[in-house]
Each structure stands twice: as structure tokens, then as C-alpha cells.
């Protein structure tokens, strides 16, 4: 680490630097090497200072994606991703992305600067006046402030130790304008900075844990194994197929877990979800939540005589909608090396019956998805669409997959097979439209690889500006814009005044063109031939390319996959 001597100053001259250098200097010592986020009065130089210093800054249109990027940024690579906003709206327009982080359990840290603290407090009208400590407080795992520029050091350490170490999440770092621009003598600055030593200790669980969690698969029918996105961030790749494979239990992915075992894998359950998850009678959920994407784990989805075991960082998670009979607390990359460690060979065995329940209800849906998927429909739906984009991402498997929307989250999540770990991001555990241009950025800055995302055209309106970003940076990044004219569904008609209804947007769109305004390509597809071609033709460009793709108005349903949450319909 180097620190910066950003001026001298006095007689007799003494070194000096400031509050933007000690930020980038512990972030750099904290291994940091990517800034998404918008510039501004306070924060500019702090952009410009990271760049001098060989920090990448990614400049946004808007604060919502930048922290929608830093947080993919985090779960993709397992250390902080960092958002800059400036102070009051700037920082507000960041706090969506800081909660959806905190929610999704990605690690990120919203860095903001604030206006001045004396004027703020007293509420005296300052330029830009929030009181963004308090105001994030409810939004984020932890908040600090630094309120001395010699204090930046440890803040920026307390912040990275925050955000990845137990349940990872969203941390806000709070630094005022005079913070920022206060002078250090060089000397105190450099004590001050310093790289947090194990910011993610391991966390071993106990063996008694594991042992009544085995126990309690030994005694297993049915038993499932359900993979969550904290087991995709875990990095236990090996370990979790190695134990999946040893057992020989089928396993269930969640969304953003695909992948971490291949789509195609001979135990993978995908295909029987509704089936294993009714009639499993020991769950292991491994980095998964029993919330409402796994309908709270409560009959009729799931079986009430059915017993779980819940593999999580988390202790206050256990027994959160049923009660969990073997909790093992730790991390997933130790808890599933102590389970290989303890399992004995043959000790946990698979009655074929299961299988072949499985196996029986896996060839009636993909029969059922086939005669779906090879449909001469025209217009195009979901399901014709996203058969196109399947056959050709089939050869592009080092491809990330970006999805949002409702019918196109659905569709898609149950169309595109992933072949890799922690290479699909989507709209997660809130279910959020807008993520969909950061996550691609960030997927596409940390990895290198071409990412596809492919969203619904109201989910493309929430982050659309974004494509000048995509295409200012020059990244790999196909957006497959499923146009359907409206929000789930285009068809829907007002019969009180001429306004459209509440669902319609125009589906003479033609989101292609806006990307041409920024140097990009821009296509139209109205037949699966057409998209796939595209596709096909864009992924070998490597440039920044939108495809229009024309959907049925009619196609899909209100809410997708949800209707049942909608209150007229619950
Ligand atoms: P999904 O939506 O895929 O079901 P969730 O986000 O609901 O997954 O659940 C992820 C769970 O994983 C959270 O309860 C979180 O505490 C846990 N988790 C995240 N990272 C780790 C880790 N490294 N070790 C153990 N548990 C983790
Ligand atoms: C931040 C509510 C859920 S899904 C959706 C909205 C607005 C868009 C569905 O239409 P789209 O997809 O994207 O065209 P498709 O495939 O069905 O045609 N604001 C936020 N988040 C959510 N979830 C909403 C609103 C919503």
C-alpha cells in the first residue's frame, strides 16, 4: 500500500493528505478494486482519486443500478461490492439497492458523502441536508459514520467486516464533505489505514449439529436437498456436489442456485419441484430461506409431517415459519465439509421408490415443456421466445444470465438451464424490477464474460438508461427486451376513458433504437428464428446489443408465476 501525498503544506513543509486519499487507500489495502456509482458534490474527487490510484470506477446513470451493481458485484466474487452516491437523493436512490442487498444477503457497502454535519443536525437548510446515518439504519445489516478523517481507516475496515463476515448484507458508510476534504499529516494517515485480517472467519459448526443432522437423514424416505443462493455464494462447489453425489439425494436448486450443480445433473429434482416438495419427508435446506418462494415450507406445498434440517450462517433464521429440527449453524463451505467428514460409507441411502416417483414425474413435465417449447406460435410467446435464447445459450455456457420480469422471470427461470455456478442473477427475494442493468454491468465488469439479460419491458424501464452506460464502457452485454406491451400482459383494455389501462405500455416500442443512439446495435425479432439468429450473431460480436424481441400481448399471466398474492385473487 501506498499512501498518497496529495499536497504539502507549512513551514517547515509537512506531508500531508486528505480524506478522499485515505478512502481510497483503505479500500485499496482492503483489497477493493472496482467503484460503481454516480459522482457529485461531495464525492467527485473521490471517484477521480480512485482512478489515479488504479481503482476501476464505473459511472451510472443512476444510483439505484450502481447499487444494484455493487451488491452482484458482491455476490459474484465474495467481497464487498461498493456503491458511491452523493448526499440526500443521491444517497436515497442508492438505499433501494442497499435494502435489496441486505434482503438478497449480498455483500456491498453504499459509500456516501453527506453534507455538513453542524448544519444537518440543526437542520438549518444545507445543500442537499439529510440525516443519511439514521435514515439508513433500518435498510442496512450495519451503518457508521466517520466523523474524524484519522477514524477512515478503521470505518472502512468496520464496513467490510460488516458486510461480508456471518449473514453477508448491505453496510452503509457515511462520510460528511468535510470529512472528505479535512488534511492529515501524512504520518498519522498512514497508522491509520490497514487491511482487516479475516474479514469472513470460517464459522465451524458443531459436530453435535452435524451428527443430529445426519441422524436425521438416515432415518429419511423421501429426503430432498434444497439449494439456496447463500450455498451459490458460498463457494463450496466441490464439497456440496461431492456430498450430494456421496448420498445420492436429489437436490432442488433455487433460482440463483442453478448451476452451482449443473441443470442437467441426473439428480437434479428441477423438473419434479412440485412433487419433492409435497412429499419430501427430510428437507436439508443448505443456504436457502423458508420464505415465500418456498411457500413458507407449509402444507399444501410442502408435506406437515415433513422434517428439515437448515444449514445457515444465521441462527436467528432457524425455526423463522416452521420449526427446524437439526439446525446447523456455520458457514456452508465448513458445515458441508464437516458433514463429508462425518458421513460414514452407506450411511445415508435413497429408496428407489423415490427415484422412481421423481423419475416419473420428471419425463411427464419435460414431455408437457417440450410440446410447449416447440409450439408454432405466432406471435412469439414466452416459451417459444426463451426456447430460441435456450438453444442458442446451449453454446454459451460461460455466459451470464441477467432476468427480471414476471412471466419472464417465470418462463425464464424454468426454460434456460445453467450449466455454472453463480452465473444467474435475477430478481431474488423481493421479487425487485430495476436490477436488471446493474447486475449485467457488474457481471460483465468483474467477469469479463458476455452476459445476457433477458427482461420484461416493463423490468427493462426501470434501469433502460443504463444501456449509455453499457455501451460507454464497451461491455459484452445482450439485452433481449421480451416487448409484450405491458406490465405481465399488453391485452388488457380501459373501458371507463381513452387512458390505456393500468398494465399497458406501448408495444409498438422499439427498444432497439434506443441503443443505437448510444453506438450500440439494436435489432428487432418477431420469430424465434430471428431472436436466435441475433442472439447468436450478437454473443460473437462481444458489442453492446438490445433485441427487441415481439411478444404475444396476450401471452402470459397477471403477476406470472403469483396471481394467487394478488389480494382481489388471494
Ligand atoms: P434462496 O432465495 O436462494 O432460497 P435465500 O436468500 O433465501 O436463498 O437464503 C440464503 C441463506 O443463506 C440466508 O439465510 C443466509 O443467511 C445464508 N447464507 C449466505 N451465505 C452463507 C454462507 N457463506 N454460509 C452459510 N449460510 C449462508
Ligand atoms: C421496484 C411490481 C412486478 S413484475 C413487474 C412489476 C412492475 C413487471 C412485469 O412486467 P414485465 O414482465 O417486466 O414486462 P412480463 O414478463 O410479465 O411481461 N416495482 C418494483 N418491483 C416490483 N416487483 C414491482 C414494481 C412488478
Known amino acids: 500500500m501506498s499512501l498518497n501525498v496529495a499536497r504539502t503544506v507549512g513551514q517547515p513543509q509537512e506531508a500531508v493528505t486528505d480524506g478522499f486519499t485515505l478512502v481510497v487507500d483503505a479500500l485499496r489495502a482492503n483489497g477493493v478494486e472496482k467503484i460503481y456509482g454516480v459522482v457529485g458534490i461531495p464525492v467527485t474527487d473521490l471517484a477521480r482519486v480512485a482512478q489515479a490510484e488504479g481503482i476501476r470506477y464505473i459511472g451510472f446513470r443512476h444510483e439505484q443500478a450502481a447499487g444494484h451493481a455493487a451488491a452482484a458485484a458482491g455476490f459474484l466474487t465474495g467481497r464487498p461490492g461498493i456503491c458511491l452516491t452523493v448526499s440526500a437523493p443521491g444517497f436515497l ?24 454535519r453542524t448544519i444537518v443536525d440543526l437542520q438549518q437548510g444545507d445543500y442537499e441536508e439529510l440525516d443519511q446515518l439514521n435514515a439508513a ?82 432415518q429419511a424416505e423421501r429426503p430432498l436437498i434444497v439449494l439456496g443462493k447463500g450455498a451459490a455464494y458460498a463457494r463450496a462447489d466441490e464439497a456440496i456436489l461431492s456430498f450430494v453425489e456421496t448420498t445420492g439425494i436429489p437436490f432442488l436448486p433455487m433460482s440463483m442456485a442453478k448451476g452451482l450443480l449443473p441443470d442437467d445433473h441426473p439428480q437434479s429434482a428441477a423438473a419434479a419441484r412440485s412433487l419433492v416438495l409435497g412429499q419430501a419427508d427430510v428437507v436439508m435446506l443448505v443456504g436457502a430461506r423458508l420464505n415465500w418462494l418456498l411457500a413458507h415450507g407449509q402444507p399444501p406445498r410442502w408435506s406437515a409431517a415433513a422434517r428439515f434440517i ?36 452407506g450411511q445415508v441411502t435413497v429408496p428407489d421408490a423415490w ?65 455454472r455456478p453463480r452465473h444467474r442473477l435475477d430478481s431474488g427475494t423481493w421479487g425487485v424490477m430495476g436490477v436488471g442493468m ?110 427487441n424481441a415481439v411478444i404475444d400481448p396476450a401471452a402470459g399471466t397477471e403477476s406470472g408465476h403469483l396471481t394467487s398474492l394478488n389480494p382481489r385473487t388471494h
Open 93 to 116: 436512490n442508492g438505499l433501494v439497492a442497499l435494502a435489496n442487498a441486505t434482503t438478497n444477503c449480498f455483500p456491498m457497502i453504499q459509500i456516501s458523502g453527506s453534507s455538513e
Open 137 to 218: 439504519k433500518p435498510f442496512a445489516k450495519a451503518a457508521f459514520r466517520v466523523d474524524r478523517p484519522e477514524d477512515i481507516g478503521l470505518g472502512v475496515a468496520r464496513a467490510i467486516r460488516a458486510a461480508v463476515s456471518g449473514r453477508p448484507g448491505g453496510v452503509y458508510l457515511d462520510l460528511p464533505a468535510a470529512v472528505l476534504g479535512a488534511t492529515v499529516p501524512a504520518e498519522v494517515a498512514q497508522a491509520s489505514v490497514f487491511q482487516a485480517v479475516d474479514p469472513a472467519p470460517a464459522m465451524i459448526p458443531a459436530p453435535e449439529s452435524v451428527a443430529r443432522a445426519l441422524d436425521l437423514l438416515t
Open 310 to 345: 437448515q444449514v445457515d450462517a444465521d441462527p436467528v433464521e432457524i425455526d423463522s415459519n416452521r420449526p427446524i429440527e437439526a439446525p446447523v449453524i456455520g458457514d456452508i463451505a465448513s458445515a458441508m465439509a464437516a458433514f463429508t467428514d462425518a458421513l460414514r460409507p
Open 355 to 419: 427415484w422412481q416417483a421423481i423419475r416419473g414425474r420428471t419425463e411427464q413435465n419435460v414431455a408437457k415443456m417440450h410440446a410447449r417449447l416447440t409450439a408454432d406460435a405466432t406471435p412469439m410467446n414466452f416459451s417459444t421466445a426463451l426456447r430460441a435464447i435456450r438453444d442458442v445459450l446451449d453454446g454459451h455456457r460461460e455466459a451470464y444470465l441477467v432476468n427480471e420480469g414476471a412471466n419472464t422471470l417465470d418462463f425464464g427461470r424454468d426454460i434456460l438451464p445453467m450449466y
Open 438 to 547: 446493474g447486475y449485467a454491468i457488474a457481471a460483465a465488469v468483474e467477469s469479463g464474460d458476455p452476459v445476457v439479460a433477458v427482461v420484461g419491458d416493463s423490468a427493462f424501464g426501470f434501469s433502460g438508461m443504463e444501456i449509455e452506460t453499457i455501451c460507454r464502457y464497451r461491455l459484452p452485454v445482450v439485452i433481449v427486451v421480451f416487448n409484450n406491451g405491458g406490465v405481465y400482459k399488453g391485452d388488457e383494455v380501459n373501458t371507463h376513458s381513452a387512458d390505456p389501462a393500468p398494465t399497458v405500455l406501448l408495444h409498438s416500442s422499439r427498444y432497439d433504437k434506443l441503443i443505437t443512439a448510444f453506438g450500440g446495435t439494436g435489432y428487432q425479432a418477431d420469430t424465434p428464428d430471428e431472436l436466435g439468429h441475433e442472439l447468436r450473431a450478437a454473443l460473437k460480436t462481444g458489442e453492446p446489443t438490445l433485441i
